[in-house]
């Protein structure tokens, strides 16, 4: 868990460099260094307990450390989502950014394929307000990440894949 937080972190740091506007940049950078502290920290609990052996308060420390991890990761997510409506730039021709940048143009293409939806079958009331009951809420990173299967992600991958250099991969 604590390496996948990791990967999240270079994800972050790509983006951050893509990112036109400067404050979602900044916000972006905050979150993934966050998130590396958090993961950094999750990996030396783990280590420690592992060494130490069983006991109540090491596995409290353990579950606390991931679900902050989890927490800092859904931050990096919004961040994301944020920068990718603010727009990014074009990616330099390196592989993984060139990666990151197809994750990011596939759910803005998810999100305005919903947009246009909702807005060809209005769920608004008579005031303009929308239906809560009826509204499908709008797609996130996070659930473009959770409803791909491993296998099948729509993430281009490096023709010659470097071991340790996959952005987004198959365990996130």
């Known amino acids: 868990i604590a390496s996948d937080g990791q990967v999240v972190v270079k ?22 260094e966050h998130t590396h502290t958090i993961s950094s920290q999750l990996g030396i609990v783990a280590r420690v307990k592992a060494v130490t052996g069983e006991s109540k308060a090491s596995s409290e420390l353990l579950l606390s450390n991931t679900q902050n991890l ?12 944020a920068a990718c409506v ?5 990616p330099s021709p390196d ?4 990666e990151v940048a ?13 947009r246009a939806k909702e807005a060809l079958h209005s769920t608004r009331d008579e005031l303009g307000l929308r239906k809560t009951r009826e509204a ?13 299967p491993p296998q099948t992600r729509n993430i281009p991958k490096d023709p010659n894949p470097r071991k340790g250099h996959a952005v987004m991969d198959r365990h996130l």
Do not use: Y
């Open 95 to 98: 592989p993984e950014e060139e």
């Open 70 to 81: 989890v927490r800092a990761v859904r931050h990096v997510l919004r961040a994301a989502e």
């Open 136 to 148: 499908k809420a709008e797609p996130t990173l996070m659930s473009l990440v959770q409803e791909q």
């Open 11 to 32: 994800f972050g740091h790509i983006l951050a460099k893509q990112c036109l506007d400067q404050r979602c940049s900044r916000e972006l950078l905050r979150a993934s």
């Open 102 to 114: 197809a994750f990011c143009l596939q759910w803005r293409k998810n999100l305005s394929w919903h």
């Open 86 to 90: 603010t727009g990014l730039g074009q």
